[in-house]
């Protein structure tokens, strides 16, 4: 069974850094595209950064050169730095996974797996 756990959401002021993490419960190479996604309330879902398992990297227009996602293999974890944070980057943000080769802008209800989400609140 396929689980992702994500950790390390939390309240921070403007200007701030925090780094999420998502663990997987199965070898992460089983899963070409990992990415995260974040929803405001009342807004759809978004994706934010994806990473698949050929080495591309691909991030909203709206956090490009703040943020950062990377993998490490050996630990089976996805992680997303953010750094210089906005009010705006304040949502519930979801690590999502699939076996096939997605992008960013696939409908994120493309994604089969999916962690519970971590709430990040940027403070102005």
């Known amino acids: 069974q396929v689980q992702l756990v994500e950790s390390g959401g939390g309240s921070v002021q403007a200007g701030g850094s925090l780094r999420l993490s998502c663990a997987l419960s199965v070898d992460i190479d089983t899963m070409p595209s990992m990415g995260w996604f974040r929803q405001a309330s009342g807004n759809e879902r978004e994706g934010v950064a994806l990473?698949?398992?050929?080495?591309?990297?691909s991030y909203a227009d709206s956090v490009k050169g703040r943020f950062a996602i990377t993998k490490d293999n050996a630990k089976n974890t996805l992680y997303l730095q953010m750094n210089k944070l906005k009010p705006d980057d304040s949502a519930m943000y979801y690590c999502a996974a699939d076996r096939r080769y997605l992008s960013l802008h696939s409908d994120y209800r493309m994604f089969i797996y999916w962690g519970q989400g971590t709430q990040v609140a940027v403070s102005s």
């Open positions: 990473a698949t398992s050929d080495g591309r990297t």
